[in-house]
């Protein structure tokens, strides 16, 4: 544990300890969790742990190491939150250190009940900010709604590769270019995947991905593809196999997105209804 200039950076044994703690506070705590889930099983990443205090903490944000790097991460300087007060929040933010006030920064999850403290932030800085998205957080905890026997017939279910990165990025809605793909390859190469090969296929049709912060994510199948119920044999199969190895298994969906939320909740994910989380932008991405 190192303390630099009144906020505090968490070494090896505090982030187990971190773990343990945020697992008492989901669904908020949920995104920050599955960073540290992720460090902490020696996951490749960019991430800086910082707390306000310890070990009573009231703040803890992951945060890039180091800035710019070619990836999606890198483009949007993303930081993972989770807060127990708005006030606390504004009070680390304030912190020489915490966020660079002169580069593009998006604050991912922060919760809908502190977005004052991160407005007032920007505010008092002169930072141009926009609300980005307002997220729906769906946590599966209990596998009992998913379906007991997933239907495989003429079908094949394995993990991604690299080769499909470039299929994937193509299609994904914040891909497209050489950054996110080398997101895309990241997670495919480190974390786990799941997609559908038709009978006598070598492509995928429908796949489905885990995010560094350990959420499922860039689900999607090709449209010719499309009501076969392929969404639904994934993210059941997946969830099965991440809860079997103590993995979180959650997801955020846009609050517009009401085919996904039925989806999710169809199958058991649980939405707390007065917890939303809130993706901020600071300053301008140029």
Avoid at 218 to 242: C, D, E, F, W
């Amino acid at each position: 544990m190192v303390y630099v200039r009144k906020m505090i950076i968490l070494g090896t044994e505090e982030l187990k300890q971190a773990e343990s703690v945020l697992k008492q506070s989901f669904p908020e705590s949920i995104k920050v969790y599955g960073c540290i889930f992720n460090i902490n099983r020696g996951k490749p990443h960019n991430l800086e742990v910082i707390a306000d205090q310890w070990p009573d903490f009231n703040v803890i944000i992951c945060k890039p190491k180091v800035q710019g790097t070619k990836d999606r991460e890198g483009d949007f300087n993303i930081y993972s939150i989770y807060s127990k007060s708005k006030e606390s929040l504004k009070t680390l933010l304030d912190t020489p250190g915490v966020i660079n006030k002169h580069t593009f920064t998006l604050l991912a999850g922060i919760d809908i009940r502190h977005l004052e403290a991160v407005q007032e932030f920007a505010d008092q800085h002169g930072l141009p900010w926009k609300v980005q998205v307002v997220m729906n957080v769906l946590l599966l905890q209990d596998e009992r709604q998913l379906p007991l026997k997933e239907s495989y017939a003429g079908l094949r279910l394995t993990p991604l590769r690299a080769a499909h990165a470039h299929l994937v990025n193509s299609t994904w809605k914040y891909g497209g270019d050489s950054n996110s793909y080398n997101s895309v390859l990241n997670y495919i190469t480190h974390n786990p995947s799941l997609c559908v090969l038709e009978e006598g296929g070598t492509e995928p049709v429908s796949w489905l991905l885990v995010y560094q912060h350990a959420a499922l994510g860039l689900l999607y199948t090709l449209p010719q593809h499309r009501r076969k119920g392929y969404a639904k044999l994934l993210v059941s199969v997946m969830a099965k196999t991440l809860l079997e190895r103590g993995h979180p298994v959650y997801c955020f969906v846009e609050k517009e997105n009401d085919s996904s939320y039925k989806l999710f909740t169809s199958l058991g994910f649980q939405d707390s209804t007065d917890y939303r989380a809130v993706w901020f932008e600071i300053n301008k991405q140029q």
